[in-house]
């Protein structure tokens, strides 16, 4: 009977926690740039100090969905998105890096490009500093050229390059803050074949009525889990009686 219990239980619990992966992705749909995260259950032996004779059904989140999102042409000069395959570099607050697939970037009252977060954003040496200018231009291979304040509308200036980086997926992980990251904790090699759009930015990978879908399924098992539970009460007070009766 136990068993059956501890089974209904640990079902239930896992269950409501797999709800709230589905729950996050959902929330996330309209997010630019956000991953999918993927989830899934298995059954577990319970070890102790005798041999396994309980399982328990255990939801972890295995890894990201990487697939891109669609690209929402928004027209602004300091929004880009990364095209294929491929990343974009900020600077955590801890001034590690962390990679993103597309940003709505602004500058900073300091000069400092910074993307939505209000990260900074990554170049050849470190942060990128923008000097005044009257046009900002953002090429495919993430260089930015400015045209100075009082230059002629031909002349314009390359400051730096976005670092733009393809690390191997198997390397990368999604972080707390809704970031990637590499899971060595070494920054990535800058990739010349990474190309960006200007003026677009990319869309969450949710589908939401896919999200949907598994939420209310995992709502149903966990119905389900409940049932099984209360059964388990109802088997063990009739074993109690027919006890009670001897």
């Known amino acids: 009977m136990d068993k059956l ?35 899934q259950a298995r059954s577990m032996p319970v070890f102790g100090e005798v041999n396994p004779s309980r ?25 880009v998105a990364v095209k294929g395959n491929g990343w974009m570099a900020v600077q955590t607050p801890d001034g590690g890096e962390a990679y993103t697939r597309t940003s709505s970037m602004n500058i900073d009252a300091l ?9 900074p954003v990554m170049g050849n040496s470190g942060p990128i500093a923008v000097p005044p200018q009257q046009q900002i231009e953002i090429g495919a291979d993430g260089t930015i050229s400015v045209r100075s304040l009082g230059e002629s509308p031909q002349v314009m200036a390359e400051i730096d390059r976005i670092k733009l ?5 198997a390397n990368m992980e999604k972080g707390p803050d809704g970031l990637m ?7 990535a090699q800058a990739d010349a074949d990474v190309q960006v759009e200007s003026g677009f930015l990319q869309s969450s990978n949710v589908n939401a009525v896919e999200e949907m879908t598994s939420v209310l399924a995992l709502s149903r098992q966990f119905e389900l889990h409940i049932k099984m539970m209360k059964t388990a009460e109802q088997d063990d007070e009739s074993m109690a009686r027919v006890l009670q009766m001897g």
Do not use: C, W
């Open 5 to 39: 219990l501890y089974v209904a239980m640990s079902g239930a619990s896992e269950n409501a926690i797999a709800q709230k992966a589905h729950a996050n992705n959902l929330a996330n749909v309209s997010t630019n740039g956000f991953q999918r995260d993927l989830e």
């Open 55 to 79: 399982a328990y059904a255990m939801s972890e989140r295995p890894g990201t969905d990487f697939s891109q999102g669609s690209m929402i042409d928004t027209g602004r000069e300091l929004d």
């Open 111 to 119: 000069g400092v490009l910074r993307d939505g977060n209000g990260l």
């Open 165 to 169: 980086v393809k690390p191997n997926l």
């Open 181 to 187: 990251h590499t899971k060595d904790g070494k920054p």
